[in-house]
């Protein structure tokens, strides 16, 4: 049972342009959200979260948005540079016991 | 945010050993958790790394399989027990203080069972 679900494994946008990578997620008692970058060979780094509380993020070029009744986070970039290639994981907690749940992940692949 | 080491960066073991993976990070820190990255998957949680008391494991590992210790805040470790190629994937640790939804990872140890 993936209770969280990044259902696109790749995402290709132009230098400059928007980029909005999806997350889908099935348990409503998760009530913190993060994402996170990865590039090959490092540990994920950490990006920007939201709580349950707020439908909205933002921290510099990247934003994330939560909708709730649809159980739905989107991250957005913007503008996009080619040094945000990289593998975008979502993740969510809900349990107060520090465990994420990670989502399956989605290349994103910025040309210059 | 914590500067976490792991060690080893990589390594190539046979079926049946163990393998013994360090963590270590700059400064003290409340929560410390392993992850399994299998090829191709997500990152999985195997246990929360616990100061003085056994680690708590997620259904599925046991720690009779991957025994974990964390003698101090700064510190801790996993063992890979009797190996099989099915364990071949990425180790993590991650840390969090503070607020524990915000964890930071380290680099990472590859793992090949061959």
């Known amino acids: 049972d993936q209770q969280v679900k990044q259902n696109s494994p790749s995402l290709s946008v132009q230098e400059g342009r928007i980029s909005i990578l999806n997350c889908d997620y099935t348990?409503?008692?998760?009530?913190?959200f993060l994402w996170y970058k990865k590039y090959p060979a490092e540990g994920p780094t950490f990006l920007i979260s939201i709580s349950s509380i707020k439908d909205k993020n933002e921290d510099g070029r990247f934003t994330v948005f939560l909708n709730k009744s649809a159980k739905h986070l989107s991250l957005h970039i913007v503008p996009s540079q080619p040094g945000d290639s990289a593998v975008y994981f979502c993740a969510a907690s809900g349990d107060n016991t520090g465990k994420l749940i990670f989502g399956q992940g989605t290349t994103l692949q910025v040309k210059p | 945010s914590a500067v976490i080491s792991q060690k080893p960066s990589r390594d190539i073991c046979q079926r049946g050993t163990s393998l013994t993976i360090q963590c270590q990070v700059d400064s003290q820190v409340t929560m410390m958790f392993w992850y399994r990255q299998q090829p191709g998957q997500s990152l999985t949680l195997i246990a929360t790394?616990?100061?003085?008391?056994?680690?708590?494991?997620e259904s599925g590992f046991v720690i009779d399989k991957f025994p974990i210790s964390r003698p101090n805040l700064t510190f801790s470790t996993l063992t890979v027990s009797n190996m099989s190629p099915e364990d071949s994937s990425i180790y993590l640790c991650?840390?969090?203080?503070?607020?524990?939804?915000?964890?930071?990872f380290g680099p990472g140890t590859r793992l090949t069972v061959t």
């Open positions: 348990n409503s008692m998760f009530d913190y």
């Open positions: 991650s840390v969090a203080s503070g607020s524990f939804y915000e964890q930071y």
């Open positions: 790394a616990n100061q003085g008391s056994e680690a708590t494991y």
